[in-house]
């Protein structure tokens, strides 16, 4: 052999063992330029390494030191600092050094569900949603946003499928959800600290999908169906095509951001689930026990979007009800602690399943954290049935949370409540002891009550609102523009 050649072999050798020597210290795309970390708490920052390799990281004045465990695996906790919109520098040094740029400090939130949360502002390049030229192109760098591929899996995930996060300028805001968006501009407006989005989404996902194989045993309802979708799930052979199975997309798109500090989720879901009416009431609290397991932050707040209403409008009060029973369900699930839930029920569309104003959808989400996360002064819970109770021929109605007092009113996108003083209220029914529900004639007759009558009823024994699948023209709402839940008073 040469004395070029072996040269070659030495020096090719070299190289190779050089960089296993000197592998490269590395964070998960949770950690990238622009990320937002939430503010006023010791964070969780991590990666991989060399096993035994010594990692620094510094942050705004601070350091934290650790030794990569023998899996390769480290992480540190270092304090967040205050809210902070100028972007700074995150450092993490091992044998190679890590430089991340533009990192903010503010509050961070989950935007999980399937397509109308993962709907972004340009909607997919069809006709535009509720944003202005400015939303969509403007400089909104207070907003950031990581959003996931696509990916499904049979067990927990290491790395975030994505490119990291981006800075809603420049347009890149078109591929953020419009949900989400809306949400952190006004958290914004009320706050003044920057937004990071974690936008983990699945056009037409099924909520077994974000159902860990574990969350079935939460709840003792669902513990059977576990059984049985986990066990169907390893008939699959081909796993790109397990679409629904079930913890696909929990760990494979969300279980990889365990750890990041949050500080709460929002959630947008149902229509895959539609059919199933009051037992998604059981899968939804067991998913939200889950996700709390998994990020180990305790009660951290979890609010979502109430389905809209959607397809023709339903005619008589005793037709349509499939959807209205998945809504009974999402509103039940209210009893989870530290939850709510916004509703919708004025500002879905006929012939599209995806409602274009998300401006209202993501503000009336962001009046739930305002109130109970930060404090503020707002109405923020959509009247709710507090108790009913017959008077003769009529049905009295008492409603909990109602603001300033109800009032018949027309919601106007992007503008305040338009209030119809004597206005005809509509959408309500009563039934006697046959079961048969007409359209009654209602009143409100007090800040906080409705009177229902109707001459085919004389003896009413249950009411209903808004319970059909699309109970266009229902009218009941707060003055401060938020619109009564659907209710029923019966369980036929």
Known sequence: MSI??????FLWVWFLTSNILLADVRLPKAFTDNAVLQRDTAVKIWGWADAGEKVKVTWNGQSA??????AGKWSVQIPSGSACCEGKELVVEGKNKVVLQNVVVGEVWICSGQSNMEQPLNSWGQPRLSCTEEEISGDYSFVRFNRAAHQTADKPAEDVPSNG???????NQKNCTACGFHFAVRLHKELGV?????DV?????????????????????TVETGKTLIANRQKVENKDKGYHWAGGMYYAMLA???GYTIRGALWYQGCSNAGEGGFYYYKQKAMIQEWRKLWGQGDFPFYWVQLANFRAPSGGPNEDIGWALIRDAQTRCMDVPN???AVIIDIGEEKDIHPRNKYDVGNRLARWALAKDYGKEVVYASPIVREWKVDGNKLIVKFDQVGSGLVVGENVERQPLKVIPNGELKRFAIAGEDKVFHWATAKIVGKDTVELSCD???????????WQQNPLGCNLYSAEGLPATPFRTDAW
């Open 339 to 341: 939850t709510g839930q």
């Open 201 to 221: 989404n699945w056009g037409g996902s099924n909520i077994n999908s974000w159902i860990p194989d574990e969350g079935w045993n939460n709840i003792p309802e």
């Open 256 to 258: 990889p951001w365990r």
């Open 165 to 171: 996060w981006t800075v809603c300028k420049d347009g």
């Open 65 to 70: 030191e650790t030794t990569a465990c023998d």
């Open 456 to 466: 085919a009823v004389p003896n009413p024994v249950a009411a209903r609102y808004a």
């Open 194 to 198: 920057p937004v990071g989005l974690i």
């Open 4 to 9: 070029s050649k072996v040269l070659f072999s």
